[in-house]
């Protein structure tokens, strides 16, 4: 029994941290090619960002209890707008950290998963996101948001479990290509919103007041870590 116990466990590791064989580039750029079919035509765009909000609010929480906030919890929304409530300092850098996270999530996400699956750890990879996703469940606090985060995460699971190697390759390049240009869609439209006198409490804004450092230039960081995100990680992933 013990010995059993053993060898899975062994199996299992072995699993984990394996190197996978990487994809042909044709399905690299396939998977692209996708992503940036659901990114760019509005009607996908009002689906798909929800897989978005989830990381954008996903990344504020992490960061929170990284950062030693106690976090209270996560609502998503259908209309794909999300709220992260944590409880600590009002100002500080860990309040600043916390408000910078969410828009650069998505984008810095996608570039960690470039640089697996660079490095052919398919399988590290989809594991990873499920636990994520999986630990992220453990605080939404309202009913659409457990369904979307328990869907999205149990896609992942039955990927990494059941699907065959190839399957599995296409959906980890699918997500981190959606990921890297899912992160840049957002930043262009809070500009946008902010152009028109709209979302005075943005993430941008919050930021403003934290820092006294005009919101026009956290957009600029915004921009430019979903801009090199999507280089940097498009990059890494057509390295085939």
Request: glycine share 12%; net charge positive.
């Amino acid at each position: 029994m013990d010995d059993t116990h053993t060898l899975s466990a062994a199996g299992l590791w072995d699993r984990l941290t394996g190197i996978q064989t990487a994809p042909e580039l044709w399905l690299v750029i396939a998977t692209a090619v996708v992503a940036l079919a659901v990114v760019v035509p509005r009607p996908l765009w009002l689906l798909s960002r929800n897989a978005v909000t989830i990381a954008h609010e996903g990344g504020h929480g992490l960061v929170a209890v990284l950062t030693g906030r106690r976090l209270d919890g996560i609502r998503l929304h259908s209309d794909t707008s999300g709220l992260t409530v944590s409880r600590g300092r009002p100002t500080g850098i860990g309040m600043i950290l916390t408000a910078a996270a969410g828009y650069t999530a998505p984008s810095l996400l996608g570039l960690g998963g470039a640089w697996l699956l660079a490095a052919h750890r398919i399988t590290l990879l989809l594991w990873v996101a499920t636990a994520l996703l999986l630990a992220m469940l453990l605080m939404i606090r309202n009913a659409y948001g457990v369904l979307t985060v328990f869907l999205s995460g149990g896609a992942f699971l039955l990927v990494s479990w059941l699907a065959p190697a190839e399957v599995q390759a296409a959906f980890a390049y699918g997500v981190v290509w959606f990921l890297l240009l899912g992160g840049v869609r957002p930043v262009f439209e809070l500009q946008h919103k902010r152009r028109g006198g709209g979302a005075p409490d943005s993430d941008a804004d919050q930021l403003g007041r934290l820092t006294h450092v005009h919101p026009v230039m956290w957009l600029f960081l915004f921009h430019a870590v979903s801009l090199c995100s999507l280089i940097g990680g498009g990059r890494w992933l057509l390295d085939v």
